[in-house]
């Protein structure tokens, strides 16, 4: 089993990766932070549909203030979605503003709603954690998923990632009559794939959504992290892989009901040759990221110790005994891709 015992230590934005942000527009100036949300005044608990506590607080800010502050929200959703085109605040209302009462980024979520349509939206702002950055970035070159997000300073701003919560889809959906547990099981295993190669962990499902596409023969599903704070940071390669995780237990046992080693092992490689592929479609942004990356301080010397040893072991490939930070790690995870 994968397992994490220790807080993670949260890691600042150096320079040199505010420089890759600016580089390439994911910097933008912003009216209103992370520690400005949290100047709140009231909060109520906030319940789901069934009443249940979802463990998040709807807060209130002073009337003097509220409007200051939605209209730098709505102005953030402005750059997020449509490059700052402020035309669109006449039609939106920030209709909640919500704070996570657990996990180790206590983000805010913002709901957004279109008063023409009443249809809504959410983003997240949090502290910016490096390794949460490298992670988004990461995900937005190597995995098949565009990923929208900006950083101002030490905020971080995150759209939603639609779809239904892992663990929720486990419980739920697996006994559908319509599922179709081939289909499932092999993203699961190019899900698990691109997180080992690109070392994204803690990928247990509460941490990932199930977008599910219904299309005229077939139903797709693909798996979508959204929690992105465990990037490159633990030693044990376990935690690098989604299988290993118990939450996950439910889908390895239909995998192993419905695939063969011969079919895991082939769809590893289809999603590994992706990767290479975008790899080099996004060269010189992938260079430079891993380039920032291999410099940077994401981690403790003994955890980056015993993960090259493991991931040594693991590929059989003692290259990885050179890296010294976490960075290098997953450069010379990357490599193995293009060397093959």
Known sequence: ?????KKKIPYRINTDLREYLVKYQREVPLEIHYTDLLR???AISLYDLKGNDT???SVFYD?????DIFQALKTIYAHLKVDGDLSILKHLMVDR????????TRPFRIRIVNQINDNFDYFYIKNADASRVYGLELEDIFSPNQVSYMTSGQSLVEEHIAGIPGDAFLKTHIGDPNLNPIRLCKEFVKFNERCFVRLLGDMHSSNFVVDITPDFEEIYYRFRA???????YEGKKTVYMPQYFKQNNTIIELGMK???SESVRQYQMEERSQIATRMRIEKSRATDIMDVMADDVISSSEYVALLRRDLARHYRHQAFMECQTMGQI?????MLLSAH
């Open 55 to 57: 463990l998040w607080l």
């Open 258 to 260: 419905y695939m063969t």
């Open 1 to 5: 089993m994968a397992l994490i015992s």
């Open 330 to 334: 997953v450069r010379a995870s990357l």
């Open 226 to 232: 959204i929690d992105f704070d465990q990037q490159s």
């Open 97 to 104: 503003v919500d704070l996570c009462t657990y996990g180790n």
């Open 63 to 67: 009337p003097g203030d509220t409007a």
């Open 40 to 42: 709140y005044s009231n």
